[in-house]
């Protein structure tokens, strides 16, 4: 049973476009969505999180949006660039356990 | 140590013999998480402890799998009699107590032959 769901599997852009990554959870005890970034070779590197209580987060080129009532959030990156290939996962987890649960992850390709 | 260190980085390994993965997590954080990551996949939970003790161990798949944190800081994952379907990426990752923000390390990629 996937507990947070994540599309699209793969997306290639164009530098300068604007790739959107999408999740949605099913459990309502989650309360913390962090995103991840991995390049291949490395462990994930946390990259934006977001708390229930804001609708929205930015940091620099990437912003999370955040729909409670939907129970989805989506990652945006700004002015994509080819260094921002990589492969990117949500997750989420709850007061309860602390213990992050993944997307499947996206593999994105950004050319130049 | 300035980040999460996991070694060895790469471990081959016949069938059915016997592994241990090592995990040095960020200085001062308590929690601490294996997942296992094949390849295309997200990371996949197995145990979370917090300081000496496993919290959660209800993603270790068997009772091949076993993990130890015994002083609370370094951890062993230990993996009997290996099969060719526990090849993958072993990743730890640490927080501090009670954090969300969880660091990982670059993992273990594990090659069962």
């Known amino acids: 049973q996937q507990q947070v769901k994540q599309s699209p599997q793969s997306l290639i852009v164009q530098k300068g476009g604007i790739p959107i990554i999408n999740c949605a959870y099913e459990n309502t005890a989650f309360d913390y969505f962090p995103w991840y970034q991995q390049f291949p070779g490395k462990g994930p590197a946390l990259l934006i999180a977001?708390?229930?209580?804001?609708s929205e987060k930015k940091e620099g080129r990437f912003t999370i949006s955040f729909n409670k009532s939907a129970k989805q959030f989506s990652l945006h990156i700004m002015d994509s660039q080819p260094g921002d290939s990589a492969t990117y996962f949500c997750?989420?987890?709850?007061?309860?356990?602390?213990?992050?649960?993944f997307g499947r992850g996206t593999s994105l390709i950004v050319h130049p | 140590g300035a980040g999460v260190s996991q070694t060895p980085s790469n471990k081959v390994t016949e069938k059915g013999k016997y592994v241990e993965l090592r995990c040095d997590p960020i200085s001062g954080h308590t929690a601490l998480y294996w997942y296992r990551q094949s390849l295309g996949q997200g990371p996949e939970f197995l145990i979370y402890f917090q300081g000496t003790g496993a919290a959660d161990d209800s993603g270790l798949p068997n009772d091949r799998f076993f993990a130890v944190r015994p002083e609370g800081s370094v951890s062993t994952l230990k993996i009997q009699r290996t099969e060719r379907g526990d090849s993958a990426v072993y990743l730890c990752?640490?927080?501090?107590?009670?954090?969300?923000?969880?660091?990982f390390g670059q993992g273990t990629r594990l090659t069962v032959v």
């Open positions: 990752a640490s927080s501090l107590n009670r954090g969300r923000e969880a660091f």
């Open positions: 997750a989420a987890s709850s007061g309860g356990s602390y213990i992050p649960t």
């Open positions: 977001i708390r229930p209580d804001v």
